[in-house]
């Protein structure tokens, strides 16, 4: 299990706890449960790099305490 | 929160982390409290206080925490599930729950042999790291292993050695040993070498006998019979030595792939080392020289047969080896090269009897300029008749006659009339004239030219001598012609002579006699020659007479022989009053008679019986020519030439003036334009010449105007555009002014005027201001 800290700057940061064999599209069901946001319109982005959903995050290297950048679409 | 973070106080790093977070955010909450509770707001405190209670109410089963201001945050709401919470969710979103176990946790194991091996926390595979290569101790391993390596060997000899017995074990093996073994050994040893040598003494034997055999043959030239000696016999010259040695062969037979090759070469095989170098040498060169695989020409050898080609004959040297030359020895070692001799020899003689195809075998680069050689076989040779032209000047003194020569002549001349005579037996009118002329001519050159004479005369008698080698009549008759024309071109000159010799005669005559009502066309012509001149060596000559002149000689030889005819006549008239012309009379009077003949005959047909013209356009020329529609243009050249040289006599260039420029630049126009006959009843007429131009719109132009259309045309570039609009509005305006009647204005005001006063019958018409639209609408309705 990891932790993963998901920052938009406007007033939402949620930390997730997650798999590290979740896909990116799981995470964003995850962030949009807790968010309350559709997860279809959220964009993860580390710089400028944007997740993509069949992926997982081990692959993505993401790991414990990371902080991904949310945006919406 | 507190009693779950202390219930995973001992998991993971992380757990830890995001305690010690949740412990930081807690602090944080109460030390707010505390602040809150300093500052004694009651409201946000008992809030504060029950959202406290709730959450740790809920602790147990753990709840979102939300805390509103998380560092860094920047007053964002921090929104975290705990994991119950979160493997909930994850059920509806039908996701496995967390892991959770310790072995995913990326730990270091300490085993037993001190080596640490991780285990990946995702997959949750044992792994270690493997320690990095140290070179130095790689070496000294090897070393090590060299090491026991001869270690091991030396044992390994040793033991061997330990299994050789020495001398002294053997020793004392045989004291170990019996007797009657050593006795049994020694007996052994002894039937061994017996055998031994009795085999040898039969080998001996077998040897001796073969060798008796031997000597008793000895090897001469008969031997050599049916070796094959693998050079070219053409390599072999007589009386050359060379020393041949035997080829290596293969041990094994048919090894390789020479296999089949192998099969006929039982005999031995004699070589030259020097020849098979240089073959070699040949062969390394051709090899060189990388000629192309593929020669569609190349279907000959070199001795002129066709070659068979197989597919890629290229490969056949690699496949079958090399194929050599080779000849057998024939019987004491000789090799008759007599059957080869003979089939070279009927080689030759084949190749002699074959066609040449190639006929182009010089082949030579095209040049643009003819070689001197080329250009010798382009001119013509030049002809004899050349000489004839050179001394042309005849003057009358040369018409004199030498008696004895005139004899001499006339033989010469009937010998050339017989050459003349025989290609053609039936002969016209015509042919017998020039016959005629030519005597007459004849006699006149004799008189002025001997060489000359002589010259004509040789070449017809070489013509008489020659007429035997001529195949064809034509060749003949085309010589006929020729020496036509050339009577033709010296009739002309005499005639011309003997003319003005009669014009002086016929002045003397004139003033005499003044009854020569009948003057002849001639006469007429060249009155003006009679006018000017009063000595004889002068000729004048005006435009007119050149003119005359030049038409003159267009016209046909029969006109002028009949104007000769005239003049002869009246010559004889007035022979009897002048008795200076004598010698010219002389001169004339063998012909006269003849030319009074032919003036007989002509006068019995002055018509020319007309060619039919039913035999194809050859008679249709001929009927031409006859009436003159087509000029003869040699006869016109000769003429002028032949006539110039007795005109140019005193004649300077300055006495010439154009009166055209076409004149001047294009006097041989003149040559073959405008009429053949003269216009004898038109003498008097003077044309009134009135040259009217008229554009394209039928406009009649002055001078300047026609000027500029003439200069349009010449220079294929006419007017601008705005110029010819100029033009045009112009001509309208003109027309317009022509059509203008000049008493009234062009809307007819004055004929209204008029109208108006004959209807009013008044002499007068009021024309104001207020009325004046009446008396308008009036007029526009008159």
């Known amino acids: 299990m990891i932790e993963v800290t998901c920052n938009d700057r406007l007033g939402k940061k949620v930390r997730v706890k997650c798999n590290p064999d979740d896909t990116v599209g799981d995470l964003k069901k995850l962030i949009a449960a807790q968010t309350g946001t559709n997860w279809e319109r959220i964009v993860l982005k580390k710089w400028y790099t944007i997740f993509k959903d069949h992926v997982t995050l081990a692959d993505y290297e993401i790991h414990d305490g990371m902080n991904l950048e949310l945006y919406y679409q | 929160m507190e009693s779950k973070s202390k219930s995973k106080s001992s998991s993971s790093r992380h757990r830890r982390r995001s305690d010690s977070s949740e412990e930081r955010s807690y602090k944080h909450s109460s030390k707010r409290k505390n602040y809150s509770s300093n500052e004694s707001s009651d409201s946000d405190h008992d809030d504060r206080k029950r959202h406290r209670d709730k959450k740790e109410k809920k602790s147990s089963s753990s709840k979102q925490t939300k805390t509103d201001d998380s560092p860094g945050g920047g007053g964002a709401e921090n929104l975290s599930l705990s994991i119950e919470e979160t493997n909930k969710l994850r059920a509806k979103l039908g996701l496995k729950p967390l892991s959770l176990d310790e072995s995913s946790k990326e730990k270091p194991k300490q085993d037993e042999t001190g080596k640490k091996t991780f ?11 493997a ?7 790689a070496r000294e391993q090897k070393e090590f292993k060299q090491k026991l390596e001869e270690q091991r060997e030396k044992r390994r000899l040793a033991e061997k050695m330990k299994q050789v017995k020495s001398i002294a074990d053997e020793e004392s093996d045989s004291d170990s040993e019996s007797a009657d073994a050593w006795v049994r050994k020694l007996k052994e040893k002894q039937e061994a070498a017996k055998k031994a040598k009795l085999l040898e003494e039969l080998d001996e034997q077998l040897m001796s006998q073969n060798e008796v055999t031997q000597k008793t043959k000895k090897y001469n030239a008969s031997n050599l019979k049916g070796l094959r000696v693998e050079h070219d016999q053409t390599k072999f010259k007589e009386g050359e030595e060379i020393i041949l040695t035997l080829k290596d062969r293969n041990i094994v037979k048919g090894l390789g792939e020479n296999l089949e090759l192998d099969e006929e070469d039982d005999a031995d095989v004699l070589v030259n080392v020097n020849l098979l170098d240089d073959e070699r040498a040949i062969k390394n060169l051709e090899n060189k020289k990388k000629k192309p695989d593929y020669n569609p020409y190349d279907d000959f050898d070199e001795d002129g047969n066709f070659k068979v080609k197989s597919i890629l004959t290229k490969y056949d040297e690699e496949l079958n080896g090399e194929e050599k030359k080779s000849f057998r020895l024939g019987a004491k070692g000789v090799y008759d090269a007599s059957d080869d001799k003979f089939i070279k020899k009927l080689d030759d003689e084949h190749k002699a009897r074959a066609i040449k195809l190639d006929i182009l075998t010089e082949l030579k680069e095209a040049s643009d300029y003819m070689t001197t050689q080329e250009m010798e076989k382009f001119k013509k040779p030049k002809k004899i008749r050349k000489v004839l032209r050179k001394n042309k000047n005849l003057k009358a003194d040369d018409l004199l006659p030498l008696p004895n020569e005139t004899q001499e002549v006339k033989t010469r001349s009937v010998k050339v009339e017989k050459t003349d005579k025989k290609p053609k037996d039936s002969d016209t009118k015509k042919v017998d004239l020039d016959n005629i002329d030519f005597d007459f001519i004849k006699k006149n050159e004799s008189s002025s030219d001997e060489g000359e004479i002589r010259s004509t005369d040789d070449e017809s008698d070489i013509d008489i001598s020659n007429i035997g080698k001529f195949d064809d009549i034509q060749d003949i008759l085309d010589q006929e012609n020729e020496l036509r024309e050339e009577l033709h071109i010296v009739l002309d000159k005499t005639r011309k002579k003997i003319t003005s010799s009669i014009l002086n005669q016929i002045e003397v005559r004139e003033e005499v006699v003044n009854d020569n009502s009948q003057t002849v066309v001639n006469f007429d012509n060249l009155k003006t020659v009679e006018e000017m001149d009063e000595d004889k060596t002068t000729l004048t000559m005006d435009t007119i007479s050149e003119f005359c002149r030049g038409i003159g000689t267009d016209t046909k030889v029969e006109n002028e022989e009949m104007e000769l005819s005239y003049t002869r006549k009246n010559e004889e008239k007035v022979e009897s009053e002048d008795e200076e012309l004598e010698d010219e009379e002389f001169n004339l009077s063998d012909v006269e008679a003849e030319v009074e003949n032919e003036k007989n005959r ?3 047909n002055v018509l020319d019986e007309e060619p039919i013209i039913d035999r194809g356009i050859g008679s249709a020329l001929k009927l031409a020519v006859n009436k003159g529609y087509l000029g003869k243009e040699k006869d016109n050249l000769n003429a002028r030439a032949a006539k110039s040289d007795i005109q140019a006599k005193n004649y300077t260039i300055e006495e010439r003036n154009y009166y055209d420029i076409d004149d001047k630049y294009n006097r041989n126009r003149d040559k073959f334009s405008g009429p053949l006959v003269d216009f004898e009843e038109k003498r008097g007429y003077k044309p009134d010449i009135k040259l009217d131009y008229f554009d394209e719109k ?19 570039k006419g007017p601008g555009k ?7 509005n112009k001509f309208k305006e003109a027309e317009a002014m022509n059509k203008m009647s000049s008493s009234d204005t062009p809307l007819h005001t004055v004929e209204l005027l ?7 019958q008044q002499p007068y018409v009021v024309l104001s201001a207020q009325k004046g639209k009446q008396d308008q609408v009036t007029l526009h309705k008159r």
Do not use: C, V
């Open chain 2, 119 to 129: 285990i990946d926390k995702d997959t949750n595979q044992e792994f270690e790291h």
């Open chain 2, 754 to 760: 008029i109208e108006k006063q004959k209807r009013l």
């Open chain 2, 131 to 137: 320690p990095a290569k140290n070179l130095a101790e």
């Open chain 2, 602 to 604: 002509e006068e019995m």
């Open chain 2, 698 to 716: 039928g406009h009649a132009m002055n001078e300047k105007e026609a000027f500029r259309y003439l200069s349009h045309r010449f220079h294929g």
């Open chain 2, 722 to 728: 705005k110029k010819t609009e100029k033009r045009l």
